[in-house]
């Protein structure tokens, strides 16, 4: 149990190892294949008891994070009351690392964190499949920062199925200071031809390599059909893309909609040394080395400032 009355949750943020994008729908969503890892760079979500919703936020990113009705842990809290007819409020205090707008689905996993701590606070007692119901309607993302780990993700990226990973993945993370929007990136995936895309196909020797805990021959299956978009909206990522390729990284990849550039090492200390070559080419905000997979969102035991 969590200390006092307040409930801190954390849930991680993630890289896409493969993001393949088929053409849009009616709605203008795309039906997605893509292998999602939750990665050690986290949201922590605490809840403590309040008359109304309030939100405050801490961390790197926060001046950047909306805190009116937009915010995806409002919209949770919002979400989690509106279905379970609670009146009470709740103050959410965000603990911000993962970039915003990053490609790294750092709101999605503060809306996670938020279903989660507000269930708890409230004594709601959502099972798993109410809460994954009601992330689906938040995000195409927030299920995933649910369940963590390694997944494939199919339908909107909202359908998901567990991938038997062996062994423990090491990624540079190169953080840009300015966002990419993700409809924006979507969109420039459409002009791009994407209207005319086949349906999304993910191949499975990715799959198998996660399950033989080979970094080197997942580095040669990482792929993302919006890294050519989101280059073309921000052509300054290839020097971000080189400079891991220049550091001995296995490869590199963008993750999501971007900026975020993930880099896959051997092993931590592999890991360390590409760092400091990116870092050296200051080609990014921050060069961060995080590991996956991680869990999904969850209550922690003890409140720790970790
Ligand atoms: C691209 C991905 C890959 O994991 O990650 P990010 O770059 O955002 O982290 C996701 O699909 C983003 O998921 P998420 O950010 O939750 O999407 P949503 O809030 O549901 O939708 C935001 C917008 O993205 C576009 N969108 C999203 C998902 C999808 N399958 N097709 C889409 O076209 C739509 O334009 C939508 O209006
Ligand atoms: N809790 C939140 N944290 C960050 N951004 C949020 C949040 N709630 C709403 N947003 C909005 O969602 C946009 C994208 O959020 P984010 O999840 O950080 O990036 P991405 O979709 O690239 O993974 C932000 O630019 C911001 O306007």
């Known amino acids: ?18 993001l393949r994008v088929g053409p849009p729908d009616g709605d203008g969503y795309h039906p997605l294949a893509t292998v999602f890892q939750a990665v050690s760079l986290h949201e922590d979500v605490i809840a403590a008891p309040a008359l109304d919703l309030r939100l405050t936020v801490e961390g790197p990113d926060a001046d950047r994070v909306p805190l009116d009705d937009s ?5 949770a809290a919002r979400l989690l ?36 701590a507000c269930d708890q606070l409230w004594g709601a ?34 359908v998901l199925t567990s991938a038997m990973v062996s062994g423990t ?70 020097d971000v893309l080189a400079a891991a390729d220049r550091a001995g990284a296995l490869a590199a990849v963008l993750s999501g909609s971007g900026p975020t550039v993930a880099a896959l090492a051997v092993d931590e200390r592999h ?5 400091a070559v990116v870092r050296e080419a200051e080609v990014a905000r921050d060069v961060l080395v995080v590991s996956g997979p991680a869990p999904g969102a969850r209550v922690l035991e003890h409140v720790s400032g970790g």
């Open 71 to 75: 915010n995806l842990a409002l919209r």
């Open 169 to 238: 993945y090491h990624w540079v993370l190169a953080v840009q200071d300015v966002g990419l929007s993700t409809p924006e990136v979507f969109a420039a995936f459409d002009d791009d031809g994407g209207r005319a895309a086949p349906a999304p196909h993910l191949d499975d020797a990715l799959l198998a390599a996660l399950r033989a805990g080979d970094p080197h021959e997942v580095a040669r299956h990482l792929v993302n059909d919006l890294e050519g978009p989101a280059l073309d909206l921000r052509p300054e990522l290839r």
């Open 125 to 158: 007692g959502l099972d798993r499949t109410e809460l994954v119901a009601l992330a689906r309607e938040l995000g195409a993302d927030v299920p995933f920062a649910l369940t963590g780990l390694t997944a494939v993700g199919s339908g909107r990226g909202d």
């Open 81 to 116: 009351q509106e279905r379970t007819g609670i009146t009470a409020g709740a103050h959410l205090h965000i603990v911000k690392q993962v970039p915003v707008a990053g490609g790294m689905g750092g709101g999605s996993a503060d809306a996670a964190a938020a279903l989660l």
């Open 1 to 18: 149990m969590s200390t006092g009355p307040e409930v801190r949750v954390r849930a991680p943020g993630k890289i896409n190892l493969a």
């Open 271 to 275: 890991a360390r040394s590409v760092a």
